[in-house]
């Protein structure tokens, strides 16, 4: 079995297209149908058979398929890593928010035991740090989730729980509540990140709560942007408890019990992930740092 004929195999599939296939990996469309054989043969049942609309695969090249874009994955995987080995270097991630917290505690504890130069750091959205993760391209990540348990293929080596508070200028009526519900916040005008953003999704699916979708007057690209303008009483936010400490022009409305909002800051490593011995004494000192 060549790697190549899986990939062509997987490829055509997907777009239907031997002409498609030829183009994408620069060979002729006779070369695609010599894999598509290959694998034929090797397998001894059909495969995939041509139609008008494209290609239709039977039950083996559904399996096929599935297996095949497995295999090509973990071999992709494999030689980053494998390259990566001599490096003798930990690529670690961190999202703004859970950076913030708990990346000068890591940062001082490498420096402290003489590492800090084995350690690059990459800052990014949490969305894009899970990515890179799942893809090779990081080893380790510190981000935030709205989910508790660990995604898929990951293994979860720390995890804190924080809240979400409703953040109001203090000119605001509503900073008179010690809690609000989702409902009574209905009319009111909201103003949050980018769509996918974990502050978004927490938004949205807060309000859901109350039944209705969110009116928002602006899409801020940071916190900071969002806290200058709740202070301006431009409109509310849903925010992190620790982004917001210590502003006397805002003030943090607790959500009632049965709607609170948590979101989890995890470290997490991919199951597959093999160490070198440097990554392996980065990940010990990364399980034993205290977060204060």
Request: charged share 25%; with cysteine.
């Given at each position: 079995?060549?790697?190549?004929?899986?990939?062509?195999?997987?490829?055509?599939?997907?777009?239907?297209?031997?002409?498609?296939?030829a183009?994408?990996y620069?060979?002729?469309?006779?070369?695609?149908?010599?894999?598509?054989?290959?694998l034929?043969?090797?397998?001894?049942?059909e495969?995939?058979?041509?139609?008008?609309?494209?290609v239709v695969?039977?039950?083996?090249?559904k399996?096929?398929?599935k297996?095949?874009?497995?295999?090509?994955?973990l071999?992709?995987?494999?030689?980053?890593?494998?390259?990566?080995?001599g490096?003798?270097?930990?690529?670690?991630g961190?999202?703004?928010?859970?950076g913030?917290?708990?990346?000068?505690?890591?940062?001082?504890?490498f420096?402290?035991?003489?590492?800090?130069?084995?350690?690059?750091?990459?800052?990014?959205?949490?969305?894009?740090?899970?990515?890179?993760?799942?893809?090779?391209?990081?080893d380790?990540?510190?981000?935030?989730?709205?989910?508790a348990?660990a995604e898929?293929?990951?293994?979860v080596?720390?995890?804190?729980?924080?809240?979400?508070?409703?953040?109001?200028?203090?000119?605001?009526?509503?900073?008179?509540?010690?809690?609000?519900?989702?409902?009574?916040?209905r009319?009111?005008?909201?103003?949050?990140?980018r769509?996918?953003?974990?502050?978004?999704?927490?938004?949205?699916?807060?309000c859901s709560?109350?039944?209705?979708?969110?009116?928002?007057?602006?899409?801020a690209?940071?916190?900071d942007?969002?806290?200058?303008?709740?202070?301006?009483?431009?409109?509310?936010?849903?925010?992190?408890?620790?982004?917001v400490?210590?502003?006397?022009?805002?003030?943090?409305?607790r959500?009632?019990?049965?709607?609170?909002?948590?979101?989890?800051?995890?470290?997490?490593?991919?199951?597959?992930?093999?160490?070198?011995?440097?990554?392996?004494?980065?990940?010990?000192?990364?399980?034993?740092?205290?977060?204060?």
């Amino acid at each position: 079995m060549q790697l190549a004929d899986l990939e062509y195999y997987i490829s055509l599939v997907e777009t239907g297209s031997y002409t498609t296939v030829a183009q994408r990996y620069g060979i002729s469309q006779p070369a695609v149908s010599r894999a598509i054989m290959r694998l034929t043969k090797q397998y001894e049942t059909e495969l995939l058979t041509r139609h008008r609309g494209g290609v239709v695969t039977s039950d083996a090249g559904k399996i096929l398929y599935k297996r095949a874009k497995q295999i090509v994955s973990l071999v992709g995987e494999t030689n980053q890593e494998v390259r990566h080995a001599g490096e003798q270097l930990l690529r670690l991630g961190y999202s703004t928010i859970a950076g913030n917290l708990w990346m000068p505690a890591i940062l001082t504890t490498f420096i402290q035991n003489g590492l800090i130069q084995r350690v690059h750091t990459v800052n990014d959205y949490s969305a894009n740090l899970w990515s890179m993760l799942t893809k090779g391209k990081l080893d380790a990540v510190v981000y935030s989730s709205l989910v508790a348990d660990a995604e898929r293929n990951m293994q979860v080596l720390r995890k804190q729980r924080q809240d979400f508070s409703i953040i109001v200028s203090t000119r605001n009526p509503i900073s008179n509540h010690e809690s609000v519900t989702a409902s009574e916040l209905r009319n009111e005008q909201f103003i949050t990140r980018r769509k996918g953003h974990l502050v978004r999704s927490a938004l949205e699916r807060y309000c859901s709560f109350g039944g209705f979708h969110p009116k928002i007057i602006y899409e801020a690209r940071d916190m900071d942007m969002i806290t200058h303008l709740v202070e301006r009483n431009l409109g509310i936010a849903l925010l992190m408890d620790v982004t917001v400490q210590g502003n006397p022009r805002i003030r943090k409305v607790r959500l009632r019990q049965d709607e609170q909002l948590h979101y989890f800051i995890k470290l997490a490593v991919r199951r597959s992930f093999i160490p070198n011995e440097i990554q392996s004494r980065c990940l010990t000192i990364l399980k034993q740092v205290r977060f204060d």
